[in-house]
């Protein structure tokens, strides 16, 4: 990071393109470059690379294009000094073009940063792929990222589909074992068969020997490119929050945890990362959210807008969960933990040290390995809960007696 990093601001009016596969890698790299920007001005004055970086052929490939620039090395430091980091890279790369980044699915809650540090330049996300196959591209780069879809590219794999019903959650399974059963099978439809406005699970059948195999996302048919279907990414399959019968999956989460941090609005204060778990050990179980902030302003927020957030949360979620919390009494009220910075940086570096990869790491929407809620909560500074019930009609539940 450190060696690319430099390589990237030696020829900085040469850049055109940044990015990383996806947002969350990108905004990593933009905070490593606010952490150790004086180190990278030191090597850029002087020619030399930081003794830090020990890899000898690293330090070779650097060598070739680092030569001191003591104006380049002022110029750098003058803009990260600045109060804010608002433009940060198209001050310190202004012939960037775009940002080549996946913005699709639950990493579009990065947008508003990503806009904050670039300026509002277009948001690219050209493709949509996995370690166990390349699925397709997105045929119009440049339109916005809410309505990005991707055409699959047929000779990638053999694609089939399992229509989904998401239905508020209410029939999502809670584990998507990777096999199908026999009226799984069965139901199994051709790229050709797919329908508009369905959803489907993705199975793929790949050269190297998976067989029908269950990728995990669900996707959406936005429309056709002559006859090829087009995709919408709408989310992970397995990501489902549940304590009794009600099911949330990381649409929903994100929709509701994106309508309560409007009320951080009066305090320059925005959601840098989140993460969920299900916690079965007190009765009844109760939803925690685990929220990462990024503050701005200087007005504390007070304990009664993170209670709004935990209702508002509350209040947009399925009227199963409503049902659990205020009919059946079976879900405590919904908790919202506040953790120290840096702690989603820490969540990651565990994962690696457990063999994940740097580039493909995505934060989990809901944990539940043990070794990881308890790094969560080790780093948890308050802790608030939702104040009152949430609204919920009966109607539903009386239609379905009468049935
Ligand atoms: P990995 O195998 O670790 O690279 O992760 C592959 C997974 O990343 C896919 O199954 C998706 O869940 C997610 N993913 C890949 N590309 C995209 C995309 N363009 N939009 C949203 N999610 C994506």
């Keep these: 990071m450190y060696s690319q990093m430099l390589c990237g601001l030696c020829q900085h009016k040469e850049v055109l393109r940044v990015g990383a596969v996806f947002a969350s890698g990108f905004i990593r790299a933009i905070k490593f470059l606010e952490k150790h920007w004086r180190f990278l001005c030191n090597d850029i004055r002087t020619g030399t690379i930081d003794s830090q970086i020990t890899d000898q052929s690293v330090r070779e490939a650097v060598m070739k294009i680092l030569k001191p620039d003591p104006q380049l090395a002022d110029f750098i430091e003058a803009e990260c000094s600045k109060d804010s980091w608002q433009g940060i890279i198209t001050r310190l790369w202004p012939n960037t073009k775009y940002v080549d980044v996946i913005v699709t699915g639950t990493m579009s809650q990065y947008i508003p940063t990503l806009d904050y540090y670039t300026n509002g330049l277009p948001l690219v996300c050209t493709m949509y792929a996995s370690s166990e196959c390349y699925f397709g591209v997105n045929l119009n780069p440049l339109c916005k990222p809410s309505e990005v879809s991707y055409t699959l590219i047929p000779t990638m794999a053999y694609f089939e589909f399992l229509p989904v019903q998401r239905n508020n959650g209410a029939n999502s399974s809670i584990s998507v074992p990777k096999t199908l059963n026999e009226k799984e099978q069965q139901e199994l439809v051709d790229l050709v068969d797919v329908k508009l406005g369905q959803e489907y699970e ?22 056709f490119k002559n006859n090829a279907p087009q995709f919408n990414f709408i989310c992970r399959k397995n990501v489902v929050l549940c304590i009794d019968s009600d099911k949330t999956d990381e649409v929903e989460l994100q929709n509701a945890v994106k309508n309560a941090v409007n009320h951080f609005l009066p305090f320059d204060a925005t959601l840098a990362e989140y993460t969920s778990y299900a916690d079965t050990t007190t009765i009844p179980g109760h939803y925690v959210l685990y929220w990462e902030l990024s503050l701005n302003g200087t007005t504390p927020i007070p304990p009664s807008v993170f209670e709004d957030c935990c209702l508002t949360i509350e209040e947009s979620l399925n009227s199963v969960y409503r049902q659990g919390r205020v009919c059946d009494k079976s879900i405590g009220p919904l908790e919202i933990k506040i953790v120290e910075q840096g702690t989603f940086d820490k969540l990651m570096d565990y994962a690696i040290s457990l063999g994940a ?3 493909q790491y995505k934060t989990p929407r809901c944990v539940k390995f043990a070794p990881i809620v308890e790094l969560l909560n080790s780093r948890a500074v308050s802790s608030f809960f939702s104040p009152k019930c949430p609204k919920w009609f009966p109607g539903h539940k009386q239609w379905i007696n009468m049935n």
Excluded: K, Q
Excluded at 202 to 223: E, K, M
């Design 202 to 223: 993705l199975v793929v059948t790949t050269y190297s020997g998976l067989y029908r195999y269950r990728v995990g996302d669900v996707l959406r048919v936005a429309g």
């Design 357 to 359: 990869s740097i580039n």
